[in-house]
């Protein structure tokens, strides 16, 4: 994840691939910035989402900011540093319930369970690389 900046995709990160989310570098998740960009990589978002889109993001404080339906990047509870990007799908006692539109290629509540409000980082507001549109 990068804070926003130059909107074009720095192609310079494929080495990174390989994770849901290309974090760049992961400090700028939880630095002042309000919008972050972000890259996809995998196919658990399909078809809303592919490998290789570019996000637009805004960062969230726990549940405010996020209701049924967001797309969300959050850390990954059972794996910290893990970032990933989900639906979140409604609101569980403990938290959060998220699943990826893909749910054959989606490792997800499902499989963690509800993720508590620390854990979310940023809703994602658009989709601006290869095609623009929101999301």
Wanted: hydrophobic share 35%; charged share 30%.
């Amino acid at each position: 994840m990068e804070p926003l900046g130059d909107t074009t995709p720095d192609h310079g990160v494929e080495h990174q691939r390989g994770r849901q989310v290309n974090e760049g570098d992961r400090g700028a998740a939880y630095g002042r910035s309000r919008c972050l960009r972000v890259a996809v990589a995998g196919d658990s978002m399909t078809p809303t989402l592919a490998d290789g889109d570019w996000l637009l993001c805004r960062r969230v404080h726990g549940a405010t900011g996020v209701r049924e339906g967001d797309v969300v990047v959050l850390e990954r509870p059972d794996r910290p540093g893990l970032l990933i990007v989900k639906r979140v799908r409604r609101r569980e006692p403990g938290g959060w319930w998220v699943e990826g539109d893909n749910a054959a290629a989606s490792d997800d509540s499902r499989l963690f369970g509800p993720v508590p409000d620390r854990y979310l980082i940023a809703r994602v507001t658009a989709r601006y690389w290869p095609r623009p549109r929101r999301v």
